[in-house]
């Protein structure tokens, strides 16, 4: 990571939209959406792909008002939503 922000340093690349070189420090981070596979809070971590599970917040608001739930309130996900793709090769 240091060698990152070193190349980012030596080139001087600066933010397109207002030329600031001001760049935070250089992490690692995780794109997969996280949740866990247990109802009562003590399963497993598990991640997933992050549209697999973006018709649960896209359709929040049609959740919420088709079954006239208050918040807060659940959401389960259940079907075919994930795939495992890691291929040996």
Do not use: C, H
């Amino acid at each position: 990571m240091a060698d990152l922000k070193a190349i980012i340093d030596e080139l001087e690349i600066a933010d397109p939209d207002s030329g600031s070189r001001n760049w935070t420090e250089v992490r690692q981070f995780n794109l997969m959406f996280s949740t866990q596979m247990s109802n009562t809070g003590e399963g497993d971590k598990l991640y997933l792909r992050p549209e697999t599970a973006q018709g649960i917040f896209v359709n929040f608001q049609n959740v919420q008002k088709t079954t006239r739930q208050k918040i807060p309130f659940g959401i389960a996900q259940i079907g075919k939503a994930f795939r495992n793709e890691i291929v040996a090769r």
